[in-house]
């Protein structure tokens, strides 16, 4: 048997390396797309914060502005409380900016706040009530202490969208008791409490 010259054995090195690479090329071909896929995706995703809001039907003018007033008056009237939320939450009542008197008159300004449905700030025609909020006789100094959403009064739970509440409030200058120079004493004595209305989501 013959043996291959130098120069042979030369050419079938160099002839078979291209094959080599070729072959090597096939491979990583097939592997590149050995394997079915699939795939899927829940798109859209968004997180957005609810709102609430709260109004009411006093355009901006006191529920109560009293002069000269006398041992013994009284009077009632109503106010609406509107809530409209995305969200479910609870509105309570509380006090702001009290304003106590020398002479102690908010000791004998008695108060009672009742909730329920009809009437409004013009009028208390067509109130029905349901839920005493403040009992009758609480005096403006009391109620002063409710000053807060976490001591508020109430507790009217609203759901998402729009719903309304009436608060029917009436107010007593309540003098029993006192001596008549205890009266006298509060002649010419002024004070005052602000009643606002939080709602918060649940």
């Avoid at 000791?107 to 409004?120: C, E, F, L, R, T």
């Avoid at 509060?186 to 409490?193: D, E, K, P, V």
């Amino acid at each position: 048997m013959r043996t291959p010259s130098p120069k042979a054995t030369s050419i079938a090195v160099a002839a078979a390396t291209p094959v080599a690479i070729l072959a090597a090329g096939a491979l990583v071909w097939q592997s590149s797309y050995a394997a079915f896929s699939g795939t899927t995706r829940n798109s859209g995703n968004d997180w957005a914060t609810g709102a609430v809001a709260l109004t009411d039907d006093d355009a901006g003018s006191a529920r109560f502005q009293v002069a000269s007033m006398v041992p013994g008056q009284t009077e009632t009237k109503c106010i609406t409380v509107t809530a409209n939320a995305s969200v479910p939450g609870v509105v309570k009542g509380y006090a702001v900016n009290p304003v106590p008197s020398a002479a102690g008159l908010e000791n004998y300004v008695k108060i009672g706040i009742v909730s329920g449905d009809g009437g409004g700030f013009g009028s208390c025609d067509g109130f029905v009530g349901d839920t005493t909020v403040i009992p009758s006789g609480t005096s403006l100094k009391t109620l002063a202490g409710v000053d807060s959403y976490a001591a508020g009064a109430g507790g009217w739970n609203v759901t998402a969208g729009t719903q309304s509440r009436t608060y029917r409030i009436t107010w007593t200058f309540d003098t029993t008791g006192l001596t008549q120079t205890q009266v006298d004493q509060l002649q010419g004595a002024r004070t005052g409490i602000d009643l606002q209305w939080e709602l918060r989501s649940n």
